[in-house]
């Protein structure tokens, strides 16, 4: 496609539940990141793929959290038993090779856990 | 954690005038590059500086580089209303450091431009 997409838009869940967040890259760009941004606050590291491979999951805050890319394309950010510091906005964003290329980001999901 | 510092964290000005915004770094880096955010939406790419340049232009904008002081500004010169967003500083990281692969966004600084 012509941009990064991500889905839901919105999500609200019950604190507990598991979510589960898609994000679609540019076609043929090799690298996909995953953000987290607090209110007011800048994106934060999560994930990064270079086609399937997880290079580098440093940033995710617990084991509640788990990204995939299996076909190296689309890739989905889990996140089980949701608590309510897990509100924030998640961004995708991909690059035709790595970060050095700039960033396209998607508009994000905004999740709120109630 | 965030490596990039802005300054200042909020600035607003009237439409026309110029806007100046900061950002410092801590360890060496291969690239540094601007994004604008506007409310509710994702971070739009505006300009790339390498580490072996020093300024930058891309139409209204002007980025400098100062590598020797860890820090760069980005100028926006004869600002409309539509300037009004964020925009966060990113490093870029060379290898060997731990944050190789991987843009490092600063804070922000939120621009409001008046009409």
């Known amino acids: 496609g012509a941009g990064v997409s991500q889905s839901p838009r919105y999500k609200v869940a019950k604190r507990g539940q598991d979510v589960a967040l898609r994000c679609d890259p540019i076609s043929g760009h090799?690298?996909?990141?995953?953000?987290?941004?607090?209110?007011?606050?800048?994106?934060?590291?999560?994930t990064y793929f270079q086609n399937e491979a997880q290079l580098d999951k440093s940033g995710l805050p617990s084991d509640r959290f788990f990204a995939e890319r299996p076909e190296g394309s689309v890739s989905t950010l889990k996140i089980q038993r949701t608590q309510q510091e897990d509100s924030a906005v998640y961004l995708c964003a991909s690059s035709f090779r790595d970060s050095s290329y700039g960033y396209t980001f998607g508009s994000g999901t905004r999740l709120t856990v109630v | 954690?965030?490596?990039?510092?802005?300054?200042?964290?909020?600035?607003?000005?009237?439409?026309?005038?110029?806007?100046?915004?900061?950002?410092?770094?801590?360890?060496?880096?291969?690239?540094?590059?601007?994004?604008?955010?506007?409310?509710?939406?994702?971070?739009?790419?505006?300009?790339?500086?390498?580490?072996?340049?020093?300024e930058k232009h891309s139409g209204r904008l002007r980025v400098t580089l100062d590598t020797s002081k860890k820090s760069s500004s980005l100028l926006i010169t004869a600002s409309r209303a539509a300037d009004t967003a964020s925009y966060f500083c990113a490093t870029d990281h060379l290898p060997g450091s731990s944050n190789t692969g991987k843009l490092i966004f600063g804070q922000g600084t939120t621009l409001q431009v008046k009409p």
């Open chain 1, 30 to 46: 090799v690298s996909l990141f995953w953000y987290q941004q607090a209110l007011g606050q800048g994106p934060e590291f999560l």
């Open chain 2, 1 to 54: 954690s965030q490596q990039g510092e802005e300054d200042p964290q909020a600035l607003s000005i009237q439409e026309g005038e110029n806007a100046t915004m900061n950002c410092s770094y801590k360890t060496s880096i291969n690239n540094l590059q601007w994004y604008r955010q506007n409310s509710g939406r994702g971070l739009v790419h505006l300009i790339l500086i390498r580490s072996n340049e020093r």
